[in-house]
């Protein structure tokens, strides 16, 4: 974003809260590295970073109409990296306290009891799946089973990647809100949604 358009954000932020796709990455391609590299500082983790610029960005978009009424868009996003950061300095935390709890358990009961709970969760998960909507069905089997990233999907299904951003955000959603209600233990939704990769 050249200067002139820095000193004019003000309506950028205008443009994007009537739904210009052009402001929103004009936006995007001027904070995004400075975000992602806050977040990187204080979380050590890229996959992270790019994770919470991502919700980040999301956000801002979800949001959009209420942009004009913020004062410093800088001090709002760079207030948002730090929340980011700490939700991913925390999660990588509780993982860790998760995955030892699971090493515990595994070498108390052995690994039976483990390998039945994790076909059935991944069963649940299976259905989980087959009740989202067919748009972020489509979206989240791209990522998962062919290994798409965000662009490739959006390309192949001829959305905008704000789209498909979108629709994997809400499946993931729908698939922990579904664990959680199932299972309830954190410990359990730790533990599945840390393996979703593998899917």
């Known amino acids: 974003m050249p200067p002139d358009s820095i000193h004019n954000e003000r309506n950028l932020l205008l ?3 009537e739904g210009s796709e052009i402001a929103f990455r004009e936006l995007f391609e001027h904070y995004q590295r400075r975000l992602f590299t806050y977040v990187y500082k204080v979380t050590r983790s890229r996959d992270l970073a790019d994770d919470a610029v991502q919700d980040i960005f999301l956000k801002i978009w979800s949001m ?3 942009l004009p009424e913020i004062e410093n ?6 207030r948002m990296a730090h929340n980011q950061a700490l939700k991913g300095f925390q999660a990588v935390a509780r993982e860790g306290l998760v995955e030892d709890e ?3 358990r595994r070498s108390a009961h052995g690994s039976a009891d483990d390998g039945l709970l994790s076909k059935e ?10 009740q989202l909507t067919p748009s972020q069905r489509r979206v989240f089997l791209l990522s998962r089973e062919e ?5 490739e999907i959006a390309d192949r299904l001829g959305l905008n990647l704000v789209t498909v951003k979108r629709h ?8 922990r809100d579904g664990l959680a ?8 939704v730790l533990y599945i949604i840390f393996r979703l990769s593998d899917y």
């Open 168 to 175: 994997m955000v809400d499946a993931l959603k729908a698939i």
């Open 181 to 188: 209600q199932n299972y309830g233990t954190q410990a359990v």
């Open 102 to 104: 699971l090493a515990r």
């Open 64 to 66: 959009r109409q209420k």
């Open 73 to 78: 868009i800088e001090a709002y996003l760079r």
């Open 147 to 151: 290994g798409l990233r965000q662009q």
């Open 15 to 17: 443009q994007i809260a």
């Open 121 to 130: 969760i991944q069963l649940y998960i299976n259905r989980l799946i087959d």
